[in-house]
């Protein structure tokens, strides 16, 4: 069966320095990838697509980038946080016109 | 693009009342999510619906898209405590799964 993994669960990090947070699936192969934000009061958001291993969709202008450097493995990037980057982050996969599977999401406080 | 209302905000019901939920699409839906989630945690999938006047039930909760495919309603009958938490809609974009979402709605059962 497949499963998602996402870590770390919980994440503190000061203005300014780097984030990279991790996620990959297994039992599935050349899964479409997503990674979404969920902030107070502005729901889900999505920030991330992939159909293939090095294809990244942005949705949102941001400070945050995305990689796809292996089939099932999705990595959401930052060079420098910034206070409004906080927020609980949720990866995701799925088939084409098929729900999404999502996983136990990090929640990122920029302090 | 696709904008997702809904309503009520935030729910507050007593063990074993009834209670309806909705999700209003300012387009056409042609897939209609709908996702639980526990505070903090992931989402998880409850239903999917596509055609206008379909209509889907597991255990206690019913979920139902109009013939004009741009409203959707939650029904829980009987609520539990263990039927708490966020609600959310998810609509499909037509491409690659990218699912838009509504901002939730937060269901509290009193025991």
């Known amino acids: 069966s497949q499963t998602i993994h996402q870590w770390p669960a919980t994440l503190v990090q000061p203005v300014g320095s780097p984030l990279s947070l991790e996620c990959t699936v297994e039992?599935?192969?050349?899964?479409?990838l997503y990674w979404y934000r969920q902030a107070a009061g502005r729901g889900l958001q999505l920030l991330f697509y992939?159909?293939?291993?090095?294809?990244i969709s942005s949705e949102v202008p941001q400070n945050l980038s995305a990689s796809r450097p292996q089939d099932r493995q999705f990595i959401l990037s930052s060079k420098k946080l910034l206070l409004s980057d906080s927020g609980f982050y949720l990866c995701?996969?799925?088939?084409?016109?098929?729900?999404?599977?999502f996983g136990s999401g990090t929640q990122l406080s920029v302090l | 693009s696709q904008e997702l209302e809904q309503s009520p905000q935030s729910l507050i019901v007593q063990e074993g009342k009834n209670l309806t939920i909705n999700c209003t699409s300012s387009?056409?839906?042609?897939?209609l999510y709908w996702y639980k989630q526990k505070y903090g945690e992931g989402l998880i999938f409850l239903m999917m619906?596509?055609?206008?006047?379909e209509e889907k039930s597991h255990e206690k909760i019913t979920a139902k898209l109009d013939e004009k495919k741009q409203q959707s309603s939650l029904h829980i009958t009987a609520s539990q405590p263990s039927h708490a938490g966020i609600y959310l809609c998810?609509?499909?974009?037509?491409?690659?799964?990218?699912?838009?979402f509504g901002k939730g709605i937060t269901l509290s059962v009193r025991p």
């Open positions: 992939s159909v293939g291993i090095g294809q």
């Open positions: 387009k056409t839906l042609y897939g």
């Open positions: 995701a996969w799925g088939g084409n016109n098929e729900k999404l599977f």
């Open positions: 619906l596509q055609k206008g006047g």
């Open positions: 998810g609509a499909d974009q037509g491409a690659n799964s990218k699912l838009t």
């Open positions: 039992g599935t192969s050349n899964p479409n």
